[in-house]
């Protein structure tokens, strides 16, 4: 069972609308990981916080904003997304930096459909 | 980043042992090899981790040689349950980014 714990689980939204992508850890981890992942394909990074701050923007769009109020919390704020915005988003947490030896540990992930 | 290569698909029948080796040929010195597991809607699921020579837990083994240009992820005695995605990655160097290759799309068959 995953540590890593996301909402909500399927969110349809129209290209108008704001949503948001709720994810939460309580393992102590200060990384925490958004990834994007389209059907049949690998995820892809798009975000990472480190101690409650931004350390990469994989160069996503702006209608995509992260936003980590605490180390236990991450969200992604969307709005005015398109069609080919919907996949899977994934979030992740992990200790501290990779390289070593730290694990990645990933949600279940939000379905997220754009209509 | 190094950069990983794994065949695209494996083929494999129950009670079976499954080997899916990993090219990643510019690997740092301090970079590990990590492998994950996902199945259809759902998230990457941590398998094995090593370093080098060999790492065995209750779920698979991961072979390592000695240049780690290399790597063997082996599931023993597969079950239909085992079939899924496998991905192998290796860390990046005082760095946060992990990137996913294509995986390895493993079926196992009655």
């Known amino acids: 069972d995953t540590e890593v714990t996301q909402t909500p689980k399927h969110l349809v939204m129209g290209m108008t609308n704001k949503k948001s992508l709720k994810c939460e850890q309580h393992m102590g981890h200060r990384a925490m990981y958004w990834y994007k992942q389209k059907a049949k394909k690998p995820p892809e990074l798009m975000f990472v916080y480190s101690y409650e701050k931004l350390s990469i923007n994989e160069s996503v769009p702006s209608r995509f904003s992260p936003e980590c109020p605490n180390s236990s919390l991450l969200n992604l704020h969307l709005h005015a997304l398109q069609p080919e915005d919907s996949a899977l988003y994934l979030c992740?947490?992990?200790?501290?930096?990779?390289?070593?030896?730290?694990?990645?540990?990933f949600g279940e992930g939000s379905w997220l459909t754009v209509v | 980043l190094a950069k990983t290569t794994q065949p695209i698909s494996m083929d494999s029948y129950e009670g079976q042992e499954v080997n899916i080796t990993c090219s990643h040929n510019?690997?740092?010195?301090?970079?590990?090899i990590t492998w994950y597991q996902q199945f259809p809607s759902q998230g990457p699921r941590f398998i094995i981790q090593?370093?080098?020579t060999k790492v065995t837990n209750e779920v698979a083994s991961l072979f390592i040689p000695a240049d780690r240009k290399s790597s063997t992820l082996s599931l023993p005695r597969v079950s239909l349950s085992d079939t899924a995605v496998y991905y192998c990655?290796?860390?990046?160097?005082?760095?946060?980014?992990?990137?996913f290759g294509a995986g390895t799309t493993v079926t196992v068959r009655a």
């Open positions: 510019n690997i740092a010195t301090n970079d590990y």
């Open positions: 090593g370093y080098k």
């Open positions: 990655l290796v860390g990046a160097r005082n760095d946060y980014k992990l990137s």
């Open positions: 992740a947490s992990s200790q501290d930096k990779l390289g070593g030896g730290n694990t990645i540990y």
